[in-house]
Nanobody, 121 residues
């Protein structure tokens, strides 16, 4: 049974940093690309980053490029998103998801339950 559990969300001031994590179980993590999505109130879910199964290829949405870094530790079955220079518009529920392939193709099969990130002074 595939299970994805996000953690690490919280309240942070503008300009601050936060790292969210995703613990994966029930499938061989190193076979699949993984991604991060976010959804703000009243907005559609947005794919913000993806990393290939080996970690060698990454993708970032323009809205987070240069501020966020995706990484993975296949030995620990973990996915991470380091978020720096946070802005109020980054406030959203953040979700991790698994691709159906080893590469970032936009074909996601499973999502976690999400973790809330709030950027506010």
């Amino acid at each position: 049974q595939v299970q994805l559990v996000e953690s690490g969300g919280g309240l942070v001031q503008p300009g601050g940093s936060l790292r969210v994590s995703c613990a994966a179980s029930g499938f061989p993590l190193d076979y699949y690309a993984m991604g991060w999505f976010r959804q703000a109130p009243g907005k559609e879910r947005e794919e913000i980053s993806c990393i290939s199964s080996s970690g060698g290829d990454t993708y970032y949405a323009d809205s987070v490029k240069g501020r966020f870094t995706i990484s993975r530790d296949n030995a620990k079955n973990m996915l991470y998103l380091q978020m720096n220079s946070l802005k109020p518009e980054d406030t959203a529920v953040y979700y991790c998801a698994t691709e159906g392939t080893a590469y970032c193709a936009g074909d996601y099969d499973y999502w976690g339950q999400g973790t809330q990130v709030t950027v506010s002074s």
